[in-house]
């Protein structure tokens, strides 16, 4: 009684604090513009803070590669720091810091994005440095080479190196035969030693182009005035060629699959990869619903019976990729409490499955995991970084006006639809196991748990529970 209390006292908070239903909270305030060139801008106006925050987002990431040169679009992004002859190498860095911002960068399965942070009246900064690596980026041996090292050991500290990581990697290959999404966004390590200069301009030449891009800037600025500035930045740039389309679509799956990976560890940890589809799909709010369901906080189904009551899990986590460009995951995961093996903990994620096919979640519990969802996705608002992230993501995924319909479609969903989809989707047939076993090696250490880092609802973060090592921040 006193969970369905708590979870009707944060409903009705949230319908206080929440925008009208129905209210339009992005449609009504972005201010949208494509450029002749097919540059495209996606500009919100937030006066709270005299500062902004500029994100120039790519269409292109492990998605688009093909086989023998993939982790392309991960290097090329660790290449635009390197300079260019109007800014030389290191010189952006430089710039933005003596302007007090901050900046990075992370590359994803969809997408390769730039941002910096600064005050409001210095986003002039962030623009014109963004149009010039556009397009004039040095590449050279003498800068390709040594780079090409550093991303060789990157491999290494968070691939190779972590067990978790590692089963991640081997799981997403296992879970897509055809589609793109089974190549690592780092790349693999073979294709990283053959990686030739020429296949990296010619990646850049066919992907780093205005009609293959698009700005998101959140703050204190006019935007208007802002678009005008954009304009003059990079409408001057020739529209380039039109990126090949990614074609591959993922059969129906033949069956259940399972990859046991041995590395040096001290704990077994299991994964589960269902093949889903993404937010366009009619079933995407219940699928949203379902993974709160599961793994929302410590009152939700898998903490409680696999952490707390159970004790055989340090951590049990659900992620869903409703934003991925194309259909990708839902995703189960474990990382057992000493003692426990690897074939009891799994037995008890699947249970859980079972559980909610066979019976729909209480009203309690839906009324819970709405309320999570609906506060999670209030709160990232007050974030203009997370704000210019949601606009973002839901472009690459499609477009930003589907953010207005996230809520409404979430409160929409019902505890039989959530039972549905977990008898759709959380087959056997669909399910893709991976099973991390310790190899014998008295000095290796547990494997840490996988935890995404914070994001919005409705826009993950780059990382996450089989987002492929390579793609977070610099």
Same mark, same amino acid.
């Given at each position: 009684?006193?969970?369905?209390?708590?979870?009707?006292?944060?409903?009705?908070?949230?319908?206080?604090?929440?925008?009208?239903?129905?209210?339009?909270?992005?449609?009504? =305030?972005?201010?949208?513009?494509?450029?002749?060139?097919?540059?495209?801008?996606?500009?919100?106006?937030?006066?709270? @803070?005299?500062?902004?925050?500029?994100?120039?987002?790519?269409?292109?990431?492990?998605?688009?590669?093909?086989?023998?040169?993939?982790?392309?679009?991960?290097?090329?992004?660790?290449?635009?720091?390197?300079?260019?002859?109007?800014?030389?190498?290191?010189?952006?860095?430089?710039?933005?810091?003596?302007?007090?911002?901050?900046?990075?960068?992370?590359?994803?399965?969809?997408?390769?994005?730039?941002?910096?942070?600064?005050? @409001?009246?210095?986003?002039?900064?962030?623009?014109?440095?963004?149009?010039?690596?556009?397009?004039?980026?040095?590449?050279?041996?003498?800068?390709?080479?040594?780079?090409?090292?550093?991303?060789?050991?990157?491999?290494?500290?968070?691939?190779? %190196?972590?067990?978790?990581?590692?089963?991640?990697?081997?799981?997403?290959?296992?879970?897509?035969?055809?589609?793109?999404?089974? =190549? $690592?966004?780092?790349?693999?390590?073979?294709?990283?030693?053959?990686?030739?200069?020429?296949?990296?301009?010619?990646?850049?030449?066919?992907?780093?182009?205005?009609?293959?891009?698009? /700005?998101?800037?959140?703050?204190?600025? %006019?935007?208007?005035?802002?678009?005008?500035?954009?304009?003059?930045?990079?409408?001057?740039?020739?529209?380039?060629?039109?990126?090949?389309?990614?074609?591959?679509?993922?059969?129906?799956?033949?069956?259940?699959?399972?990859?046991?990976?041995?590395?040096?560890?001290?704990?077994?940890?299991?994964?589960?990869?269902?093949?889903?589809?993404?937010?366009?799909?009619? %079933?995407?709010?219940?699928?949203?619903? /379902?993974?709160?369901?599961?793994?929302?906080?410590?009152?939700?189904?898998?903490?409680?019976?696999?952490?707390?009551?159970?004790?055989?899990?340090?951590?049990?986590?659900?992620?869903?990729?409703?934003?991925?460009?194309?259909?990708?995951?839902?995703?189960?995961?474990?990382?057992?409490?000493?003692?426990?093996?690897?074939?009891?903990?799994?037995?008890?994620?699947?249970?859980?499955?079972?559980?909610?096919?066979?019976?729909?979640?209480? %009203?309690?519990?839906?009324?819970?995991?709405?309320? =999570?969802?609906?506060?999670?996705?209030?709160?990232?608002?007050?974030?203009?970084?997370?704000?210019?992230?949601?606009?973002?993501?839901?472009?690459?995924?499609?477009?930003?006006?589907?953010?207005?319909?996230?809520?409404?479609?979430?409160?929409?969903?019902?505890?039989?639809?959530? =039972?549905?989809?977990?008898?759709?989707?959380?087959?056997?047939?669909?399910?893709?196991?991976?099973?991390?076993?310790?190899?014998?090696?008295?000095?290796?250490?547990?494997?840490?748990?996988?935890? $995404?880092?914070?994001?919005?609802?409705?826009?993950?973060?780059?990382?996450?529970?089989?987002?492929?090592?390579?793609?977070?921040?610099?």
């Amino acid at each position: 009684m006193k969970r369905r209390a708590l979870a009707s006292v944060l409903l009705l908070s949230l319908a206080l604090a929440s925008p009208a239903r129905g209210a339009a909270l992005y449609a009504d =305030q972005v201010v949208e513009r494509t450029l002749p060139n097919g540059f495209k801008m996606l500009l919100l106006e937030d006066h709270k @803070a005299p500062v902004a925050v500029v994100q120039v987002w790519y269409r292109v990431g492990g998605r688009n590669e093909v086989p023998g040169v993939t982790g392309l679009s991960h290097m090329l992004e660790h290449m635009l720091f390197k300079g260019t002859e109007k800014y030389p190498n290191g010189e952006y860095s430089r710039i933005i810091a003596r302007n007090g911002g901050d900046e990075n960068a992370f590359t994803s399965d969809d997408a390769t994005t730039y941002f910096a942070k600064l005050a @409001a009246d210095r986003i002039d900064v962030e623009i014109g440095l963004e149009a010039d690596r556009m397009r004039n980026v040095i590449l050279s041996e003498e800068l390709f080479e040594p780079e090409r090292q550093v991303v060789t050991e990157e491999r290494r500290m968070r691939v190779d %190196d972590q067990p978790t990581a590692y089963l991640f990697e081997t799981l997403t290959a296992a879970t897509f035969l055809e589609h793109p999404y089974r =190549q $690592p966004v780092i790349g693999w390590a073979s294709d990283i030693a053959g990686w030739k200069l020429t296949d990296l301009r010619a990646h850049y030449d066919q992907y780093y182009q205005p009609n293959n891009a698009f /700005l998101v800037a959140v703050g204190d600025f %006019d935007a208007e005035a802002l678009a005008k500035k954009i304009e003059a930045s990079f409408g001057p740039i020739p529209r380039g060629p039109e990126p090949p389309p990614v074609r591959a679509r993922e059969q129906e799956p033949r069956g259940p699959v399972r990859v046991l990976v041995e590395r040096p560890a001290k704990l077994p940890f299991i994964a589960v990869n269902y093949r889903v589809p993404n937010l366009r799909h009619a %079933d995407s709010p219940a699928l949203e619903v /379902l993974e709160v369901v599961l793994s929302g906080g410590k009152s939700s189904r898998l903490y409680r019976s696999l952490v707390e009551d159970g004790r055989i899990a340090l951590d049990a986590s659900a992620g869903y990729a409703r934003t991925a460009r194309d259909d990708k995951t839902f995703t189960l995961s474990a990382q057992a409490q000493p003692g426990i093996d690897a074939e009891r903990m799994e037995r008890a994620l699947l249970e859980q499955v079972e559980a909610i096919q066979t019976k729909a979640p209480s %009203d309690a519990e839906l009324a819970r995991a709405k309320a =999570q969802i609906e506060s999670s996705f209030i709160f990232s608002l007050d974030s203009m970084f997370y704000r210019a992230m949601l606009l973002g993501t839901y472009e690459i995924a499609g477009s930003w006006r589907d953010i207005d319909e996230y809520l409404p479609a979430v409160r929409k969903v019902t505890a039989d639809d959530v =039972q549905r989809v977990a008898r759709t989707w959380l087959t056997e047939k669909n399910r893709v196991t991976g099973v991390l076993i310790p190899a014998k090696d008295e000095s290796a250490e547990a494997p840490m748990p996988v935890v $995404p880092p914070l994001a919005p609802a409705g826009a993950p973060a780059p990382d996450g529970p089989g987002a492929a090592p390579g793609t977070g921040v610099r």
